[in-house]
């Protein structure tokens, strides 16, 4: 069994809707050969420093995120894409104590054929990205104010089609606008929507 990272311990016996659900799930992560550590904060396990699932909460349920899930053999059919963009990590979801002690053993390959993964040094093979076409109040915004676009051609891809996918999503033009507007400068400061 690993050592318990008292930075999980902190972050468990805060959380109040999972909290008996992210204990089972971390005594099941304990007994493997994974490290546990605190990352986008929530409990992260990882392999020489490779990050390899972490768990984490949502409303409706709660999840393992398997970071090179694509890569996984889902034997059970449980693992989920997130949404259409998510193109490495699968999450297995729960939404009760019960049903992640009923799928234990289940739970334990799904976590083995992971570390085996990164053990081997695989690497999901991501779609390059065809030419995205931004919202047009973004575009304008990028035209008007060349620093900008040149600050935010230097993001990574996954951090500019972050900025994408969040410009895009409202259906108001105002709503889009106030958006892109509260971000400028973040993007001028070479940040991610994240970050």
């Known amino acids: 069994m690993n050592h318990k990272n008292p930075k999980v311990d902190a972050f468990i016996s805060?959380?109040?809707?999972?909290?008996?659900?992210?204990?089972?799930?971390?005594?099941?992560?304990?007994?493997?050969?994974?490290?546990?550590?605190?990352k986008w904060g929530v409990p992260c396990y990882t392999m020489n420093n490779s990050n390899v699932f972490l768990i984490h909460g949502f409303k409706a349920y709660c999840a393992i995120l398997f970071v090179k899930g694509?890569?996984?053999?889902?034997?059970?059919?449980?693992?989920?894409q997130q949404t259409e963009n998510v193109q490495a990590a699968r999450q297995i979801r729960f939404t009760s104590l019960l049903?992640?002690?009923?799928?234990?053993?289940?739970?334990?390959?799904?976590?083995?054929?992971?570390?085996?993964?990164?053990?081997?040094?695989?690497?999901?093979?991501?779609?390059?990205?065809?030419?995205?076409?931004?919202p047009v109040e973004f575009q304008k915004v990028l035209d008007d104010m060349p620093e900008l676009?040149?600050?935010?051609?230097?993001?990574?891809?996954?951090?500019?089609?972050?900025?994408?996918?969040?410009?895009?999503?409202?259906?108001?033009?105002k709503t889009r606008e106030l958006r892109i507007k509260n971000f400028i400068q973040k993007i001028l400061n070479g940040k991610g929507l994240y970050d």
């Open 14 to 38: 805060d959380e109040k809707k999972w909290q008996k659900e992210f204990i089972k799930l971390r005594e099941i992560a304990l007994d493997t050969t994974l490290t546990e550590d605190l």
């Open 70 to 80: 694509a890569l996984l053999k889902d034997t059970h059919q449980m693992l989920i």
């Open 99 to 134: 049903e992640i002690v009923e799928n234990e053993s289940i739970i334990k390959t799904y976590i083995e054929q992971a570390t085996e993964i990164e053990k081997s040094g695989l690497k999901v093979e991501l779609n390059k990205e065809t030419e995205i076409t931004y």
């Open 149 to 173: 676009k040149q600050a935010f051609k230097k993001l990574t891809p996954g951090r500019q089609r972050a900025y994408h996918l969040y410009f895009s999503a409202p259906k108001q033009t």
